[in-house]
């Protein structure tokens, strides 16, 4: 097979025969569809490739090129004359800010400004044109020579499609791809208010009540808030990863990675590339990720992190380290196959992030690919979803993100040494390992609000890379015995160790010291029969651990269960 890996123009993939996953029945949909629509999808999920077909359907000629010819034999050439009476019908504008990004204004202004020039040179006939007039031409020639003024650049597009409309008498149709990238940049960069005034107007005057237009998509992996930036545009109709209408689209389905493997003569590896790259829940369609799919074929079916080493995930990292102890409980919670059920936030504002606020934080890495929703409820407040990470590849990257957090440069090989401490029940090396821990990962901010849910939730993030270890099983706050245990890790062979861990918190100025109250929770181990779980599968070789912390300060007592001896 010859995938297309890292190629987003259409007519290329088409002209140069590869291997694709035919996705041009979204067309009959956009033309069905509302003027102007708004789809938000995770990166590299088929995006701008689906834009740039859009394109070539509707438009006669690209870069002075026939698209003729370029549908024949997809599954779009079977609409019916309703739908194929629109190929080459219209002047296209298709616009992409995939690329824009800087670290100030006027950097990315300027990255704008070009990319609008571009546009504008797509179009230099319309100097010529005899439906214009002179003063419409000097407006085209000073975006064209980059004379124009912010103010004259935000009517620039709206411009251009009366222009067009004017020259031709058919209106336009718009392609904007990737129109939040340069407002993300701007929130990251710290000229997030410059960016969203620019756009406001940018988008607002094009977009709104435009008697020129035809129909307009655009795309992005966030649907920034109608407040922030589509102030007064009702017609937009956004559609993000909660909704069903173009679901299908977008990432593969399993009928189509059925039919890849097949050609790939993959079969055999269908269900390990099911549990690696499946599982993101868009509308009512469950999808591969199309970027791991292609690469993951394209290398034999190996399984490796091929979506999530695309870019460098240091926001994801930057978000998780500065997030409040109850985030980071119950994300840590995730890990541990649990699902966590949130508020997601669909009409996304950025300053939300500085607040720390949970449903904004939530929300972003929801959109952005690193969750998926396993069920959505409709409450006054938002839809309450049920977020669940997608597949081994993300729980990949969160192990390994939270041992670099927790190894704190220490490196990978001292992290996994600290693991198998714990799991060879070497307390001394493990509790020197814990202190250094405490000492120099843990903020006391981030013990102040709730310190008992982040102390769990520390112990679990401690031991994610054991979630889908073939060896052992993860258990938390699970009933067992009389009561309900705090943590357990199983041993899936009866000749390694069971761990279970009981956790307390002592308060500043309390008068028993940590030592009582570590060994108070591991005589509630025994009192409550808390090793009953592990005692009904037959594992004898356990120990119990109690944990008592006060702030950065930690006591542990353990013992080997007597049947072990």
């Not at 590896?269 to 790259?277: E, L, Q, V």
């Not at 394209?298 to 978000?319: R, V």
């Not at 890990?335 to 997601?344: A, D, F, N």
Request: proline share 3%; with cysteine; glycine share 8%.
């Amino acid at each position: 097979m010859r995938l297309p890996i890292g190629y987003s123009d259409f007519k290329q993939v088409i002209d140069e025969k590869f291997d694709f996953v035919d996705k041009t029945l979204l067309i009959p949909e956009i033309i069905d569809g509302p003027q102007v629509v708004l789809i938000t999808r995770p990166r590299r999920f088929g995006k701008t490739l689906n834009m740039l077909m859009l394109r070539y359907f509707f438009a006669e000629t690209v870069r002075g090129q026939s698209t003729k010819g370029l549908f024949d034999n997809l599954k779009v050439m079977q609409s019916g004359e309703a739908v194929l009476k629109h190929q080459g019908q219209y002047p296209v504008i298709f616009l992409s800010f995939k690329d824009i990004k800087a670290s100030s204004f006027e950097e990315v202004y300027q990255k704008i400004y070009d990319t609008i020039t571009e546009m504008y040179g797509e179009f230099a006939y319309l100097q010529d044109s005899p439906s214009l007039s002179k003063q419409q031409k000097d407006f085209f020639i000073s975006v064209l020579e980059q004379e124009a003024s912010q103010a004259q650049l935000e009517r620039s597009l709206k411009v251009l499609t009366d222009y067009l409309f004017q020259h031709h008498g058919v209106k336009p149709i718009v392609l904007i791809d990737e129109y939040d990238t340069p407002i993300q940049s701007g929130f990251f960069g710290g000229y997030y208010n410059e960016a969203i005034g620019f756009f406001r107007g940018f988008f607002g005057v094009a977009l709104k009540d435009n008697l020129s237009l035809s129909k307009a998509v655009m795309t992005g992996i966030l649907r920034v808030s109608r407040e922030s930036l589509f102030s007064g545009l009702n017609n937009i109709s956004a559609h993000s990863i909660l909704h069903s209408k173009f679901s299908s689209f977008f990432g593969f389905t399993q009928d189509e990675i059925d039919q890849l493997l097949l050609r790939a003569d993959l079969q055999d590896k269908a269900s390990d590339i099911k549990h690696w790259y499946n599982g993101y829940q868009i509308g009512d369609s469950v999808l591969y990720n199309p970027w791991s799919i292609v690469n993951c074929i394209q290398n034999e079916g190996a399984l490796q992190p091929f979506w999530t080493n695309t870019s460098d995930n240091i926001l994801l990292k930057d978000l998780l380290r500065k997030s409040s102890a109850d985030f980071k409980a119950e994300f840590e919670t995730l890990l541990g196959g649990t699902p966590v059920e949130r508020v997601v936030d669909e009409n996304f504002v950025f300053p939300d992030l500085e607040g720390n606020r949970a449903s904004a934080l939530w929300s972003l890495i929801l959109m952005t690919g690193y969750l998926t929703v396993h069920g959505c409820e409709y409450t006054h407040n938002g839809p309450l979803c049920k977020l669940t990470i997608p597949n081994q590849e993300i729980r990949d990257l969160y192990q390994s993100t939270i041992e670099q957090w927790l190894a704190n440069g220490y490196g990978p090989e001292w992290y996994n040494k600290f693991i198998n401490h714990l799991l060879n029940g070497e307390m001394e090396d493990f509790t020197q390992g814990l202190r250094k821990i405490m000492d120099h990962t843990v903020s006391y901010h981030d013990i102040a609000s709730e310190p008992e849910p982040f102390y769990h939730g520390m112990m679990i993030g401690l031991t994610a890379s054991l979630a889908d270890h073939r060896d052992y099983e993860l258990r938390s706050n699970r009933e067992s015995g009389r009561g309900r245990y705090d943590y357990l890790i199983i041993a899936r062979d009866p000749a390694k160790l069971s761990i279970l861990l009981e956790f307390k918190q002592v308060k500043k100025g309390a008068s028993e010291t940590l030592e009582q109250s570590a060994q108070e929770a591991l005589t509630q181990i025994d009192t409550q029969g808390y090793v009953g779980e592990l005692k009904q599968r037959g594992l004898s070789k356990i120990l119990k651990l109690g944990i008592a912390f006060s702030g950065k300060r930690f006591g542990l007592v353990h013992e080997r269960d007597i049947s072990t001896t």
